[in-house]
């Protein structure tokens, strides 16, 4: 059974569109984040959030919003959509939010955005 | 720049056979974890070695850390199709708060 569920598993959106890529873990964690993958560059870390509060911020774009309804709840809303969010985004969760964590990840969602 | 890099892009091998895949990076660290990817997955852990330790291993896997050269391998023996997968390194960045990845070393293992 997946621990970490992202949904929908692919997602094709029209450019200005804003959408929400859902995720939900059940590992009784307590730090989640999203990463997102490109063909242009590695994983990248976008935020973290520990007990339901934003802790780490890395993605400069404010089209990018988090929002956490539930201690197991890390949903991503991208508002403007634009081609270049195309990627795959991974939810993770950790334990704790400290070095030395084993970090688990998502199965992604794949948004393309035309 | 990236803090952590794998030295190569891709490594083929045939089953049976070793490879090993290679990581440097640019910080100091409290620990490095080597994660593999297959295709349709997200990334999943395959050791955890700390700055303390110089080899750790898990079942058919070496992890080696050299905190002087700021270096890291991953060694897999005896391969099977199903170790076919992008590997990664990570580091820990921001007291911890994120994992900062390479840019993934493409492993083939064919019959």
């Known amino acids: 059974d997946p621990k970490i569920i992202q949904k929908p598993k692919y997602l094709v959106a029209v450019t200005g569109s804003e959408k929400i890529l859902i995720c939900e873990q059940y590992l009784g964690h307590n730090a989640m984040y999203w990463y997102r993958q490109s063909a242009k560059k590695p994983l990248e870390f976008m935020f973290s959030y520990s007990y339901q509060k934003l802790m780490d911020n890395q993605t400069a774009s404010s089209r990018f919003q988090p929002q956490s309804s539930k201690k197991n709840h890390l949903d991503l809303q991208i508002t403007a959509l634009k081609p270049d969010d195309s990627a795959t985004y991974f939810c993770?969760?950790?334990?704790?939010?400290?070095?030395?964590?084993?970090?688990?990840f998502g199965k992604g969602t794949r948004l393309t955005v035309v | 720049s990236q803090l952590a890099e794998e030295n190569l892009w891709a490594l083929s091998v045939h089953e049976g056979e070793s490879v090993t895949v290679n990581c440097s990076y640019k910080?100091?660290?409290?620990?490095l974890q080597w994660y593999r990817q297959k295709s349709g997955e997200g990334p999943a852990q395959l050791i955890l070695?700390?700055?303390?330790?110089r080899e750790k291993r898990n079942g058919r896997l070496r992890a080696t850390l050299d905190t002087s050269s700021q270096s890291s391998s991953l060694s897999i023996t005896a391969t099977r199709c199903e170790d076919t997968a992008v590997y990664f390194c990570?580091?820990?960045?921001?007291?911890?708060?994120?994992?900062?990845f390479g840019t993934g070393t493409t492993v083939s293992v064919s019959p």
């Open positions: 990570a580091t820990d960045a921001w007291g911890g708060r994120a994992l900062i």
């Open positions: 910080t100091s660290i409290t620990a």
């Open positions: 993770a969760s950790s334990q704790e939010r400290q070095g030395g964590t084993e970090v688990f």
């Open positions: 070695i700390r700055s303390n330790e």
